[in-house]
Nanobody
Framework: QIQLEESGGGSVQAGGSLRLSCTAS????????MAWFRQAPGKEREFVAA????????GYADAVKDRFTVSRDNAKNKITLQMNGLKDEDTAVYYC?????????????????WGPGTQVTVSS
């Protein structure tokens, strides 16, 4: 079992960039598919981006495609989400999540390990 903790959230103006990180404790990180989800006030949690065990496969929600980039470094037990061209509608709490024994998945039901979240606020 791993534990997750996000960092890098904050406030930024529209059009700006932020880089979120998620660090995992535990020795089995490389066997977890990883993903980012977000939840805006009054809305359901939604998928943002996912990355496979090795980092060789990635996927994105349509709303963030071509603006966000997910990557992972198994040697550092870490994934990152580079967010460029931020928009007001990107304002949300961002969660890092892990799906054990999954090569790659985007389904929220597969993710049993979650971080506490980090706030991202974009203002115009």
């Amino acid at each position: 079992q791993i534990q997750l903790e996000e960092s890098g959230g904050g406030s930024v103006q529209a059009g700006g960039s932020l880089r979120l990180s998620c660090t995992a404790s535990g020795s089995t990180f490389s066997t977890y598919a990883m993903a980012w989800f977000r939840q805006a006030p009054g809305k359901e949690r939604e998928f943002v981006a996912a990355v496979s065990w090795s980092g060789g496969r990635t996927g994105y929600a349509d709303a963030v495609k071509d603006r966000f980039t997910v990557s992972r470094d198994n040697a550092k037990n870490k994934i990152t989400l580079q967010m460029n061209g931020l928009k007001d509608e990107d304002t949300a709490v961002y969660y890092c999540a892990g799906a054990g024994l999954h090569y790659y998945t985007e389904s929220p039901n597969d993710f049993r390990t979650w971080g506490p979240g980090t706030q991202v606020t974009v203002s115009s």
